[in-house]
């Protein structure tokens, strides 16, 4: 009864006073549109991006003020938002609301495609943005409220990219407002007690009214239905066109990288088919071939090493290196690896437990400091019958090796 009484006394003061007197209560505010939450703990004041996502701000502005051109018949003409709650809440992370149902399924009758701007990043407290199922068209009236800066949530990445937000496990979240008044009701808000598996509270803190401010001319004009309804449609035509690029472009990546590993390829078989004409086959069946003989100690079992290694089927095609220089030629390098470090002398045991292939621990334990050698695995020295991510089962497999240096 006293959640019922307090939204009743904010909707009678502002039929009394009229809506420019609820403006009036902030005066300070510079031209602009704005987002009055008022919750059961305090009210916030948001400022929306309209010029920047005008499709995302209409969408709210066009819920909170009851004439949303989309929602189902039973919120048509109603502020949505009125006496909803926030249904999930996170410490240092962010609150959650503007689900009907209360447990994060909800939606007003529709889903839309957000816009966003590589310039709205989750990059403070206090952010308000778009929840969504994922991907491009599935967001509705979940927003939330950020508590700490949350980078993994924006829609481009550091280059200013537009992320695969269509691909599993990839966040992409429509920034549009920002609170300017309030950020400790919000931490007030998270700071909540939660259930430990749902973090929904356990003591419901509600949205008591969402109140949209407007100062100044252009936030007057703000036409908040009539502008949702003419900019999905571009929105919509944007991502589209964004992805059928993204896919040219991919296209047009991978018959390049094709054209390059065959090229490679073709330069490199001739040399692999010499080095396995001089090689000499050991009681496994591993062949071996020593392409530069060099001076320092062979590695006793139990020692680390350093070494370099490329791999390659038989008809030259290479499928793995920790070389810079062989990725590079064969279109192969990877950024991730090279600033994970993944790439040069690689640190290996030497030891029959190893976890290395037979054929490969017992090469590198045939080999002393500043040999470069390379060796032939028969199939049942490599993967076997089974093979493994990207070789087939009972493939035969070369590698060049280059023994570095014995770790102390």
């Known amino acids: 009864m006293k959640l019922i009484s307090k939204t009743l006394q904010i909707l009678m003061l502002c039929l009394l006073v009229g809506l420019t007197s609820c403006k009036e209560e902030y005066p300070d505010l510079e031209d602009g549109l704005y987002a009055e939450i008022v919750t059961s703990k305090d009210t916030m004041i948001a400022k929306l991006f309209y010029d920047k996502v005008p499709l995302t701000v209409a969408n709210f502005v066009a819920l909170a003020e009851g004439n949303h051109p989309m929602v189902s018949e039973q919120y048509k003409g109603k502020p949505f938002f009125d006496s909803l709650t926030f249904h999930r809440v996170m410490d240092k992370f962010m609150i959650q609301g503007g ?160 054209e390059k590993i065959a090229a490679a390829s073709a330069k490199k078989k001739p040399v692999l088919d010499d080095y396995t004409s001089k090689t000499t086959e050991l009681p496994s069946g591993l062949k071996k071939y020593v392409i530069t003989k060099g001076t320092g100690p062979q590695p006793k079992q139990g020692d680390s090493v350093k070494v370099y290694y490329e791999g390659y089927f038989l008809d030259g095609r290479l499928f793995d290196s920790d070389r810079v220089e062989i990725a590079k030629e064969y279109g192969m390098f990877n950024q991730r690896r090279m600033d994970a470090n993944a790439y ?55 590698f060049i090796v280059e023994l570095v240096g014995i770790v102390d």
């Open 344 to 398: 040069g002398p690689t640190k290996m045991f030497v030891h029959p437990d190893a976890r290395m292939i037979a054929g490969f621990k017992e090469a590198i334990a045939t080999l002393s400091v500043g040999d470069k050698a390379f060796f032939y695995l028969p199939s049942h020295l490599a993967y076997g019958e089974r093979g493994n991510r990207g070789i087939p089962p009972n493939t035969d497999l070369t």
């Open 99 to 258: 689900d009907p149902s209360a447990n994060g399924t909800g939606n007003p009758g529709y889903r839309f495609t957000a816009d966003f701007d590589p310039d709205l990043k989750h990059d403070k407290a206090g952010i308000l943005s778009m929840a969504n199922a994922g991907g491009f068209n599935t967001n509705g009236s979940q927003f939330f409220i950020t508590e700490v800066p949350y980078p993994s949530l924006n829609a481009y990445d550091d280059q200013g990219n537009l992320k695969p937000c269509d691909q599993p496990r990839v966040s992409c979240h429509s920034v549009f407002g920002e609170l300017i008044k309030g950020i400790d009701v919000q931490d007030a808000i998270s700071n909540v007690e939660v259930e430990p598996r749902t973090n929904k509270p356990i003591e419901d803190v509600y949205i008591l009214k969402v109140n949209i401010l407007r100062k100044g001319s252009d936030a007057k004009s703000f036409n908040a239905s009539k502008i949702f309804e003419e900019e999905l449609p571009k929105v919509e035509a944007e991502i589209k066109q964004i992805q059928e690029d993204k896919r040219i472009k991919a296209e047009q990546e991978r018959k390049e990288r094709e």
